[in-house]
């Protein structure tokens, strides 16, 4: 845990030198990285560790938008939005939990997927509130410049991506990470042994969504612009699965490997192929996912051996 604590100190103080280049271009694929990161690594908590493939990634970061951006409408000052928006999200996971998580495989998959699809309709009604499928505009913060507001939001998710990373290293060492663990295996043998599954499983997505809630009202203000379709769009959900199989799923440095390792090939593939980067980015994830079957960490530890054998 040392180790790991040490390595990720090292990692996220290079990342907070990335402002000192000055352009805006690289701080705002910053920003995006540090934001898929989150993502990701709120996925593992229930995918990784309890091997439940949820889709709700995109419903919690729709709510946390939407929760952020109506309380700043509100008056709410952002900071205590933000922190309402997640904590929002953390008691819709858990009573979604109790509810969803009876479920088991694709079944669970399929009710997971709905959920996001569900609260984009709630949103678009309530036309009064959340100002339905016109969008809702964010007050612009009040700061000295646009390169400011760009390194504060930059630092935001930083923090956020920091705290997120955090709790995955504690969960993984704890006795939650270890009844996870037990649910991935085998989930009937940890019941007949005397695991509680419905409590650690309704934690773990606890979990996965308070801090996706929060990165989705701090997205809010960042853009100062959200419409239900942006925010409650299912690609965020398939992102964070892909980022977390792209890294390795269930380790503690997947998910961020795997965040950074997407953003570059969408970036790549964006630029030379514009007309059919979508095909061309899935193509290039297939293949990665059928040669490096455990994420690119693997690959990490195969060197690793390979040298020790030497």
């Not at 390795?248 to 390792?261: H, I, R, T, Y």
């Amino acid at each position: 845990m040392k180790r790991d604590a040490s390595i990720a100190l090292v990692l996220f103080a290079l990342v907070a030198l990335l402002p000192l280049s000055g352009e805006a271009y690289w701080m705002r694929l910053g920003t995006t990285m540090l934001m898929y990161g989150v993502l990701a690594m709120s996925w593992n908590f229930i995918g990784g560790m309890a091997g439940y493939p949820s889709f709700a990634v995109a419903a919690f970061f729709g709510l946390g938008a939407y929760a952020g951006a109506v309380a700043q409408k509100f008056g709410v000052p952002m900071g205590f939005a933000w922190v309402g928006a997640g904590l929002l999200a953390l008691v819709f996971a858990a009573l979604l939990g109790v509810a969803l998580l009876r479920l088991r495989g694709h079944y669970f998959a399929i009710a997971s997927l709905v959920v996001a699809e569900v609260l984009r309709e709630l949103v678009n009604s309530m036309t009064g509130l959340t100002g339905g499928g016109m969008g809702l505009n964010l007050p612009i913060p009040a700061m000295a410049s646009v390169d400011a507001q760009a390194r504060f939001f930059f630092y935001v998710m930083l923090l956020l991506a920091a705290v997120t990373f955090t709790a995955m290293l504690i969960t993984a060492n704890s006795k939650l990470g270890f009844g996870l663990r037990c649910i991935q295996q085998n989930e009937s043998a940890a019941d007949m042994l005397g695991v509680d599954t419905t409590f650690y499983k309704v934690s773990a997505f606890m979990l996965s969504g308070v801090f996706v809630g929060v990165a989705g009202a701090v997205y809010a203000s960042w853009v100062y612009y959200i419409e239900p379709p942006d925010v409650f769009d299912v690609l965020y959900s398939v992102k964070a699965i892909v980022m977390v199989l792209l890294g390795g799923a269930g380790s503690m440095f997947g998910p961020l490997v795997g965040a950074a390792a997407f953003l570059s090939l969408e970036e790549l593939v964006w630029r030379n192929y514009l007309e059919v980067h979508t095909g061309v980015l899935g193509l290039m994830i297939v293949l990665l996912v059928l040669f490096l079957p455990k994420g690119l960490i693997s690959l990490s530890q195969r060197l690793g051996r390979r040298g020790k054998l030497r």
